[in-house]
């Protein structure tokens, strides 16, 4: 079965709702989003500069058709079966990247 990562970028929609928008990503967006067929797990990473820098979503993914995980996600976005808050930036939206695995090392 084919395995790879779905890589996001985004930031708060303003610095005074960091903390919402942490909040909303940590303890609503990573589980609706896990809870779609083919996504594994979720990690979050923060910048370490503080030039504001995006903050980075990577899910695992693991799916005989990694592109229709996407699809599904996009599915569940439009259709508004996903909470999104108001203190995530949508304008630029967020940058999405899905990666297949190719190579391991070392190898497990």
């Known amino acids: 079965m084919p395995k790879g990562i779905l890589y996001v970028e985004t930031r708060p929609a303003t610095p005074e709702q960091e903390a919402d928008y942490n909040k909303w990503y940590d303890e609503v967006h990573l589980a609706e989003v896990v809870s779609l067929p083919g996504f594994a797990a979720a990690r979050r990473y923060v910048p ?42 949508m304008d630029p939206p967020p940058t999405m990247r899905l990666l297949e695995l190719t190579t391991t090392y070392p190898e497990s």
């Open 48 to 89: 370490v500069r503080e030039d504001g820098g995006p903050f980075v979503a990577v899910y695992d993914v693991e799916a005989d058709d990694l592109r229709q995980v996407m699809r599904e996600l996009n599915t569940a976005l439009s259709e508004g079966r996903m909470n999104m808050s108001p203190a995530i930036q």
